[in-house]
């Protein structure tokens, strides 16, 4: 039996880690450090197939989110490759192997099934009395070099097993990389499995034909309880997405109890079989390198005092709220606030917001957003922030409230959903709707420093910082089950 994780979302990512690819990439990390001889593997959309990646790429992979670089692309082979490389090469030794490797297997994928197409054409135009001797013979043979392929792929039904040992054992080894999965081996899904949904078919032929045991992540359903706060098509695929996943699941982990309930919610609604799930509580371990970003640095001295909100940018977040809020003040005469610093990629439904904001001379200079910003920089950010905000509508979790207490900073949170979860009783709760609140909370802190003393030093003396460790042992306990 074989534990094998998915790292196709973080291969895929090409930005400092954020949310899901930050939880995927936390994990992962602690299983390799931990030596848990787990194998990894990530699925090709194009051709709806996976591919195993030895431990080198893999960290490659980690590496390069951990220490973003707009313009390092991550470099992968196969593991039966060497892992020789040569840095002074525009296209290196081991990108080449990967590439050359990488068109081998898909040649072998198509020439496969254009052999197996061209035998049954063959035979349809075969009389079957005069060559029905030639015609069992050629069939048998090519039944027996599909089951040794089959046997080799790991893709051999129970029942044929038995009959196939023999003949899988002449299998030439070439073809083991083609399909990577076992009868009764393991798989834990981590990621952003709604951008490659066409696994799930593959999941589903695992689970109920050679008794793969799948385990999934849960961090949220709020495309399906809260379909207005997401994208118009999303909602549709996500009652998919959630409906497979609780059929070929053998155990769902929930980010939080909130998580929990909404997935209980749908299955209740939908009709799915009831499944395995628990609760596991994100980590939260901070940055703790030496380096220095020596530009964001530069960049903090500029803003003065501020608030900081880290988030995507996009309508379920809420930033509007705190655009609203600066308005506010201005237009009541209050001009002694704090700048506001939104940290996150754009995301959807904020073109106006983001132009609002750049054009409105009121504001300019007291709405601040920086993306693309590395975990040293984050670091720095949060740091040297007054207080954090998080006015979102509704969250699977709410990793930055968490991170912005290990961090010893107060934060002020919405009242919804999984956010109280995310606060562990250290943050003030308010409605994402109460404009009017947010401006005064936001001001009072602001103005009474001495009261941000008292936050921070409960925060300093009672907090305890939820790890990865206790993460990725929650749930390895369910896996190793």
Same mark, same amino acid.
């Given at each position: 039996?074989?534990?094998? #994780?998915?790292?196709?979302?973080?291969?895929?990512?090409?930005?400092?880690?954020?949310?899901? #690819?930050?939880?995927?990439?936390?994990?992962?990390?602690?299983?390799?450090? &931990? +030596?848990?001889?787990?194998?990894?593997?990530?699925?090709?959309?194009?051709?709806?197939?996976?591919? %195993?990646?030895?431990? @080198? /790429?893999?960290?490659? !992979?980690?590496?390069?989110?951990?220490?973003?670089?707009?313009?390092?692309?991550?470099?992968?082979?196969?593991?039966? &490759?060497? *892992?020789?490389?040569? @840095?002074?090469?525009?296209?290196?030794?081991?990108?080449?192997?990967?590439?050359?490797?990488?068109?081998?297997? @898909?040649?072998?994928?198509?020439?496969?099934?254009?052999?197996? *197409?061209?035998?049954?054409?063959?035979?349809?135009?075969?009389?079957?009395?005069?060559?029905?001797?030639?015609?069992?013979?050629?069939?048998?043979?090519? /039944?027996?070099? +599909?089951?040794?392929?089959?046997?080799?792929?790991?893709?051999?039904?129970?029942?044929?097993d038995a009959n196939a040992k023999e003949d899988a054992q002449c299998l030439s080894p070439q073809y083991n990389d083609a399909l990577i999965f076992k009868i009764n081996d393991k798989i834990l899904s981590l990621g952003a499995?709604?951008?490659?949904? &066409? !696994?799930?078919?593959?999941?589903?032929?695992?689970?109920?034909?050679?008794?793969?045991?799948?385990?999934?992540?849960?961090?949220?359903?709020?495309? !399906?309880?809260?379909?207005?706060?997401?994208?118009?098509?999303?909602?549709?695929?996500?009652?998919?997405?959630?409906?497979?996943?609780?059929?070929?699941?053998?155990?769902?982990?929930?980010?939080?109890?909130?998580? @929990?309930?909404?997935?209980?919610?749908?299955?209740?609604?939908?009709? #799915? $079989?009831?499944?395995?799930?628990?609760?596991?509580?994100?980590?939260?371990?901070?940055?703790?390198?030496?380096? &220095?970003?020596?530009?964001?640095?530069?960049? !903090?001295?500029?803003?003065?005092?501020?608030?900081?909100?880290?988030?995507?940018?996009?309508?379920?977040?809420?930033?509007?709220?705190?655009?609203?809020?600066?308005?506010?003040?201005?237009?009541?005469?209050?001009?002694?606030? $704090?700048?506001?610093?939104?940290?996150?990629?754009?995301?959807?439904?904020?073109?106006?917001?983001? *132009? /609002?904001?750049?054009?409105?001379?009121?504001?300019?200079?007291?709405?601040?957003?920086?993306?693309?910003?590395?975990?040293?920089?984050?670091?720095?950010?949060?740091?040297?922030?007054?207080?954090?905000?998080? $006015?979102?509508?509704?969250?699977?979790?709410?990793?930055?409230?968490?991170?912005?207490?290990?961090?010893g900073k107060f934060c002020i949170s919405s009242n919804t959903s999984s956010m109280p979860e995310a606060g562990f009783g250290f943050s003030e709760l308010i409605s994402p709707y109460d404009i009017q609140k947010w401006?005064?909370?936001?001001?009072?802190?602001?103005? /009474?420093?001495?009261?941000?003393?008292?936050? %921070?030093?409960?925060?300093?003396?009672?907090?305890?910082? $939820?790890?990865?460790?206790?993460?990725?042992?929650?749930?390895?306990?369910?896996?190793?089950?």
């Amino acid at each position: 039996m074989t534990l094998w #994780v998915d790292v196709t979302t973080s291969l895929n990512w090409n930005r400092p880690a954020v949310g899901v #690819v930050r939880v995927e990439l936390e994990i992962i990390s602690r299983l390799i450090n &931990e +030596k848990s001889n787990a194998r990894y593997f990530y699925f090709n959309t194009e051709l709806k197939r996976c591919f %195993e990646l030895n431990e @080198e /790429n893999v960290r490659s !992979i980690l590496d390069r989110i951990v220490m973003w670089d707009e313009n390092k692309k991550s470099e992968i082979h196969e593991t039966n &490759e060497t *892992n020789e490389t040569n @840095e002074t090469n525009e296209i290196s030794d081991t990108g080449k192997k990967f590439f050359i490797n990488f068109r081998k297997n @898909e040649a072998r994928h198509y020439f496969y099934h254009t052999l197996r *197409n061209f035998y049954f054409l063959s035979l349809s135009f075969v009389h079957l009395d005069y060559h029905s001797k030639i015609r069992k013979s050629v069939s048998n043979k090519f /039944n027996l070099v +599909k089951m040794k392929l089959k046997k080799s792929l790991g893709y051999l039904r129970k029942g044929d097993d038995a009959n196939a040992k023999e003949d899988a054992q002449c299998l030439s080894p070439q073809y083991n990389d083609a399909l990577i999965f076992k009868i009764n081996d393991k798989i834990l899904s981590l990621g952003a499995i709604w951008n490659y949904p &066409e !696994i799930n078919v593959i999941f589903l032929e695992l689970k109920y034909k050679f008794n793969v045991k799948i385990y999934s992540i849960s961090f949220d359903l709020i495309p !399906i309880s809260h379909g207005h706060l997401c994208l118009s098509n999303v909602s549709d695929c996500f009652k998919k997405l959630y409906h497979d996943i609780c059929w070929y699941s053998e155990h769902v982990f929930c980010i939080s109890k909130q998580t @929990e309930l909404d997935l209980i919610d749908f299955q209740d609604v939908s009709g #799915v $079989p009831p499944v395995n799930k628990s609760v596991i509580t994100l980590g939260c371990d901070l940055y703790s390198g030496l380096d &220095e970003d020596i530009d964001i640095n530069d960049v !903090i001295l500029s803003l003065g005092s501020y608030v900081l909100f880290v988030s995507t940018i996009e309508a379920r977040k809420n930033h509007h709220l705190l655009y609203q809020v600066v308005c506010n003040w201005l237009e009541n005469g209050i001009t002694d606030f $704090p700048t506001m610093v939104f940290v996150g990629m754009k995301g959807w439904g904020v073109d106006d917001l983001i *132009n /609002n904001i750049e054009a409105d001379a009121r504001i300019r200079g007291k709405i601040i957003i920086l993306n693309h910003i590395s975990d040293v920089g984050l670091s720095s950010i949060y740091k040297n922030s007054l207080f954090t905000v998080y $006015p979102s509508y509704y969250e699977g979790w709410g990793l930055p409230i968490t991170e912005s207490l290990g961090y010893g900073k107060f934060c002020i949170s919405s009242n919804t959903s999984s956010m109280p979860e995310a606060g562990f009783g250290f943050s003030e709760l308010i409605s994402p709707y109460d404009i009017q609140k947010w401006s005064d909370r936001i001001l009072f802190y602001y103005q /009474n420093q001495n009261e941000l003393k008292i936050k %921070e030093e409960k925060i300093k003396q009672e907090f305890l910082i $939820p790890t990865w460790e206790k993460t990725v042992k929650s749930i390895m306990t369910v896996v190793n089950e």
